[in-house]
């Protein structure tokens, strides 16, 4: 008797809060929207450099480096083996970059929930001042003598 595997599906993994990322388009995804971050890098468990920087580039290339100088951070995800989503005791979410006895760990300074929310309220106030220079009746005179057509 043969089974038919093509009716087998496997659900895609679902992580919430914890857990370790390999693919590469998931690692990019989460990583792309962190803003501020607060880094520490370890080699073999030591502490090699940390400080705070600002994520302005994710990407996966084989050829392009991951870069953190300046306080700006370009990440390549193919800089590193897989990335490890946990809270801290202190419920600090961090994302750890691992490969071989490297990790960069990554901790949010920023929320994009607050983000998202003063870019609502930036584009609502905006919408309100188009608005009003739509709606006002200005009067616009043009001189003939400056008008080219």
């Given amino acids: 008797m043969s089974s038919n ?3 087998h599906r496997v659900s895609a993994p679902c992580i919430i809060d914890n857990g370790i990322l390999v693919n590469k388009r998931d690692m990019q995804r989460l990583l792309i929207d962190l803003g501020r971050v607060r880094y ?3 080699q073999d468990g030591q502490i090699q450099s940390q400080g705070e920087g600002y994520i302005l580039e ?3 290339d084989h050829q392009r480096s991951t870069l953190v ?5 370009y990440l390549n995800v193919f800089s590193f083996d ?3 989503l946990g809270k801290s005791s202190c419920e600090e ?10 990790h960069l760990r990554l901790i949010p300074l920023s929320n994009p929930m607050q983000e ?4 609502n309220i930036n584009a609502a ?19 003939d003598d400056d008008c080219p057509f």
């Fill in 5 to 7: 595997n093509s009716n």
């Fill in 40 to 42: 520490i890098h370890t």
């Fill in 58 to 60: 994710v990407f996966a």
């Fill in 69 to 73: 100088a300046n306080h700006s951070i």
């Fill in 82 to 84: 897989y990335l490890e």
């Fill in 93 to 102: 979410t961090y994302f750890d970059l691992v490969n071989e006895g490297r």
């Fill in 116 to 119: 998202e929310t003063s870019r």
């Fill in 125 to 143: 106030a905006f919408d309100a001042v188009m608005d009003q220079v739509l709606s006002s009746n200005w009067d616009v005179q043009v001189d």
